[in-house]
């Protein structure tokens, strides 16, 4: 069994995503194709290449972001930003389960052109929390997503992402709280 190591990674990750990660791993197929939007420095990323490790099931995990930050202020105040090394940090955080991993540089609405309809098992979206963003989100890696697979979130609380979600998928969407019990409420989920 690998250890985690996604506590050594500085960055956000909360009850509600471990829960999800843990989920999704348990419950889909061998040969799942699964993305995450938005990697920061890792440490979700690191969680779940080591849930998919100790699955022994085949799950191709791709990774999206432009490792450039954003307006974010704790995104403009950290060192990787100001000192332009955001995607080498990230490659050396997840060097001990980096063969789970398939790290794609480029933008969320760019990487979702890589993939075919209704492709992917799984998609998590923690990119921009602005609303035109997180609806440009939503918009693109929805289609991508199967019949029964699932497109969800971080940051519920953000005025933009429950804008966006209100809109595109209005009482089509649950907390992380709502589908599994979580005690974070930030994860929202939409199974399609």
């Not at 490790?53 to 950290?78: C, M, P, Q, R, Y």
């Not at 955001?86 to 609405?109: C, G, H, M, W």
Request: glycine share 6%; proline share 3%; charged share 25%.
């Amino acid at each position: 069994m690998n250890p985690h190591i996604y506590k050594n990674i500085q960055g956000w990750f909360n009850s509600g995503q471990r829960k999800l990660y843990e989920h999704q791993v348990r419950h889909c197929a061998d040969k799942s194709h699964f993305v995450e939007v938005g990697a920061w420095k890792g440490r979700s990323s690191s969680y779940m290449s080591v849930e998919i490790l100790n699955s022994n099931k085949t799950i191709k995990f791709d990774v999206v972001d432009t490792w450039l930050g954003s307006e974010e202020s704790a995104h403009k105040k950290d060192l990787s930003i100001i000192n332009n090394t955001l995607y080498e940090d990230f490659l050396e955080n997840i060097e001990p389960v980096k063969s789970a991993i398939n790290p794609i540089r480029t933008t969320s609405i760019e990487a979702s052109k890589l993939y075919e309809d209704n492709s992917l098992d799984f998609v998590l979206i923690d990119a921009s929390h602005k609303y035109i963003d997180v609806k440009e989100d939503i918009i693109n890696w929805l289609p991508k997503v199967r019949k029964g697979g699932i497109l969800a979130g971080d940051d519920f609380s953000w005025s933009g992402v429950r804008r966006a979600l209100k809109e595109l998928l209005p009482n089509k969407y649950q907390t992380a709280q709502e589908f599994f019990g979580a005690k974070h409420k930030m994860i929202w989920i939409h199974k399609k």
